[in-house]
């Protein structure tokens, strides 16, 4: 018979070298909905979505059919002295 160690830490180490499946060192995390029941999953694409539509409309409104946003440049140019 082989001898087993006697320290607590060793026998745990032996343990789980011997029996891993029985003995490895892991950590098992569940999450539930509520009362244990399932996790609800949103799909957020659609929302999504239309946020991003909503937002480029408020960003666009300035620039209204017709309105080109031209000042006078187009402000990369530099501009020429009047004669």
């Known amino acids: 018979m ?3 160690p006697t320290a607590p830490y060793a026998a745990i180490a032996w343990l789980e070298r011997r029996f891993p499946r029985e003995w490895q060192r892991s950590e098992r995390h569940e999450l539930s ?7 609800q999953m ?15 409309a408020r ?4 620039l209204a059919p017709g309105d080109t ?15």
């Open 2 to 4: 082989k001898a087993v």
């Open 69 to 83: 946003g031209d000042t006078g440049g187009s402000g990369t140019e530099p501009s020429e002295p009047a004669p």
């Open 33 to 39: 909905g509520p009362d244990g029941g399932p996790v």
């Open 59 to 62: 960003l666009l409104a300035p």
């Open 42 to 56: 949103e799909d957020f694409r659609a929302r999504l979505s239309e946020r991003a539509e909503s937002l480029a």
